[in-house]
């Protein structure tokens, strides 16, 4: 079993920048894949970006391409989420996931609200 903690949301006004951490517990990331993804009031849960277990592998959603940066550091079992230049429509509750099998994501953390004001 793996517990997934997210943290670093926040508000902050457009433009603006901020990280995103997630934590895992109970099982080492060494070897899963992660991922962010996220979810607007009204709207269904997306998928931002993803690294894989390496970390060679990284893609991200078109929408925050150039302006996200996915990392990890498999030593502090820990993934990060970098934002930059934030819009209002990057609001969302952002969460964190992890799977054995790429695109498969068998663990979730609870999310972390990120609010961007215009």
């Known amino acids: 079993q793996v517990l997934l903690v997210e943290s670093g949301g926040g508000l902050v006004q457009a433009g603006g920048s901020l990280r995103l951490s997630c934590a895992a517990s109970?099982?080492?990331?060494?070897?899963?894949?992660m991922g962010w993804f996220r979810q607007a009031p009204g709207k269904e849960r997306e998928f931002v970006g993803s690294i894989s277990w390496s970390g060679v592998s990284i893609s991200y959603a078109d929408s925050v391409k150039g302006r996200f940066t996915i990392s990890r550091d498999n030593a502090k079992n820990s993934e990060y989420l970098q934002m930059d230049s934030l819009k209002p429509e990057d609001t969302a509750v952002y969460y964190c996931?992890?799977?054995?099998?790429?695109?498969?994501?068998?663990?979730w953390g609870q999310g972390t609200q990120v609010t961007v004001s215009s």
């Open positions: 109970g099982r080492t990331l060494g070897y899963l894949h």
């Open positions: 996931a992890a799977g054995a099998v790429w695109n498969k994501w068998s663990y």
